[in-house]
């Protein structure tokens, strides 16, 4: 069954399929009603005290802790970051059961390269890195990726099985195209860390590229496809040139890692909330952030913050709906995401070699991650997979619409049904099955974001207020968010003097 097929045969007339075993399960992390009621203007209970502080950051997700991490590393620390969900981390939040800690949405962290100074930074700080030596038992143990192809599984996800010597020399030269455009140093992580980029290539996609460049092997193309739509959340179709080559330009030719923890990057998240916790809150949406004189005022139900400058972490578009004076987000496009994890009582039949990566050739999902590959037992007969589906074959609004109205049922049959292929008793061996939506998991990188005046015009801010998400880049990855968060710090310190 491919991709096509698949998708048409889930989202048109499901009949949802009785499992052989009963499975558990339920949507988890639903933050939707509370972002619909932002969206909306509903009233909120008006806070009976109003506390001054000299900066409020508005969001708790890697960005918002990069920030604070910037002003505590600096000597600054009267400040306060505030978070809507009970748990800090947004797209790095994690979960645990019996088995194993587990990642919701961001799983790892790549090797940091030369340009990333900041997260070498990090990294030093947090035992990452001792005497120059990245940590062995922080790098992803092998094997580290797989593909189930033509009823088998090969080692790495390019495809290989199956693979002729057409699509092996276009392989090899579109490794050296992507070697002489990272020679040009116009592809780093983060990518606006030495000066703001525009570049031709961000007015046409990757498949236009492509055919440029005359490459049309299928299994090329559905690998920068799957790469897209692993670290964009957008196919080959909406991906602009230059993010589709950012993705295999940025990586130097002998990378290590990556790094990796069962509960994915919810380690980063744990680690900074160690050093940052009394100036965390969670649990306090921010419903409101208007002007007063000078300063300005960020409401919650349960205080009011006077501050002289708000940082606002939380993604760009809900800040159209909260900030006073705000431009509408026209220009960025949101991705809805499925994410799930699911619990294994037993290992499936005939599972081979099980890698910390494990991907399906030609289906709609991105596969699995498994949270118990980085765990030193010699035997482990339970384990937790996290399932990712970028959905992208409709329209994000389409999609959103569908996330809404479908129930549990539905999208663990869905998920079942893609594992089968791979694993066929999948179904004896689930005992549970946790959901979690998204319906604006991250933005992407779209022909024309990157040179779009709008992006250009919440990137400068306001006076006082500064946006540090990392949808500012056009795409959600650590390195990113920790140079917004860290350049929105330092703006804030410059304004108040410090």
Known sequence: M?????????????????????????????????????????????????????????????????A???????????????????????????????????PWAAHYLPVANRESALVRELCNELGLIKDGVWEERHLC????????????????????????????????????????????????????ATAPRTSPLDNITIREWMRREKFDSPYLEWYVNYSCRDDYGASIDTTSAWAGIHEFASREPDEK?????????????????EKLSRFLTASAPVYRVSHEGAKW?????????????????APTFVGSYVVEGAPPHCGFTYS?????????????DRVGDLAWDNVIYDSPSLGYVTATHMNLKTVQKQSVWTYYWALVDKSPA????????????????????????????????????????????????VPGFLNSPERRRWIQGEPGLFYANSDLSGFSIFEEAQFRGVQAADRAMTRIGR
């Open 398 to 445: 389409e999609y959103r619409k569908i996330l809404l109205e479908k129930d549990w049922g539905y999208w663990r049959e869905l998920i079942l049904r893609d594992l089968s292929k791979a694993h066929p008793d999948i179904r004896q061996c689930v005992s549970r099955v946790d959901i979690m939506r998204l319906g604006h998991a991250m933005a992407r990188p």
């Open 336 to 348: 809805p995401w499925i994410t799930a994890n699911l619990t294994l009582d037993r290992m499936p």
């Open 297 to 313: 005022k960020v409401w919650t139900e349960q205080a009011a913050y006077l501050a002289d400058t708000v940082i606002w972490a």
């Open 68 to 102: 604070a991490w910037r002003l505590n590393k600096r000597g600054f620390r009267d400040f306060v970051l505030l978070e809507m969900e009970q748990q800090i981390g947004g797209n790095a939040r994690w979960g645990e059961n019996e088995v194993s800690r587990y």
């Open 257 to 273: 890692g990556p790094l990796t923890w069962p509960e994915g990057n919810g380690w980063l998240v744990e680690r900074l909330k």
């Open 141 to 192: 143990f092998s094997p580290q990726e797989r593909l189930y192809i033509h009823g088998r599984w090969q080692d790495g996800v390019e495809p290989e099985i199956g693979a002729t010597g057409k699509d092996h020399e276009q392989y090899n030269r579109f490794e050296q195209r992507m070697h002489e455009l990272r020679a040009t140093g116009q592809f780093t992580k983060p990518f606006e």
């Open 2 to 66: 491919n991709r096509r097929r698949f998708v048409s045969a889930g989202l048109i007339g499901l009949t949802v399929k009785a499992a052989d075993r009963p499975i558990a399960g339920g949507f988890v992390n639903d933050g939707f009603p509370l972002g619909h009621k932002l969206r909306d203007k509903h009233p909120f209970a008006v806070p009976k005290e109003i506390r001054k502080v000299p900066v409020v950051i508005v969001g708790g997700g890697c960005a918002g802790l990069s």
